[in-house]
């Protein structure tokens, strides 16, 4: 069983930046970053092959976020840059063992407990 942390989630303006940490207890293939905004559905932000370094991201946030790994640290980040009001969300790290980078939340096995982000206007 692999445990998730996030970290890094606040308050920020418009236009300003976040980073989020995600430090897991073992290894995992593949990591990634859903968030959720209130009555919404869970969506997928980004993700990363943790081995290759193989990255995707949705076309909402391409360009203004990056993902990235310290595989010494077991940790994912996520840098999100040029944040928008409909950024606004609770931030989920999640993680399996396929070599492929899935985008469905219901591909993944593991999940941290989320941390919030806000972006004001």
């Known amino acids: 069983q692999v445990q998730l942390v996030e970290s890094g989630g606040g308050l920020v303006q418009a236009g300003g930046s976040l980073r989020l940490s995600c430090a897991a207890s073992?290894?995992?293939?593949?990591m990634a970053w859903f968030r959720q905004a209130p009555g919404k559905e869970r969506e997928f932000v980004a993700a990363?092959?943790?081995?290759?370094?193989?990255?995707a991201y949705s076309d909402s946030v391409k360009g203004r976020f990056t993902i990235s790994r310290d595989n010494a640290k077991n940790t994912v980040y996520l840098q999100m840059n040029s944040l928008k009001p409909e950024d606004t969300a609770t931030y989920y790290c999640?993680?399996?063992?396929?070599?492929?980078?899935?985008?469905?939340?219901?591909?993944?096995?593991?999940w941290g407990q989320g941390t919030h982000v806000t972006v004001s206007s």
């Open positions: 990363i092959n943790t081995s290759s370094g193989r990255t």
């Open positions: 999640a993680a399996t063992q396929s070599w492929v980078i899935p985008t469905q939340a219901r591909e993944y096995d593991y």
């Open positions: 073992g290894r995992t293939i593949a």
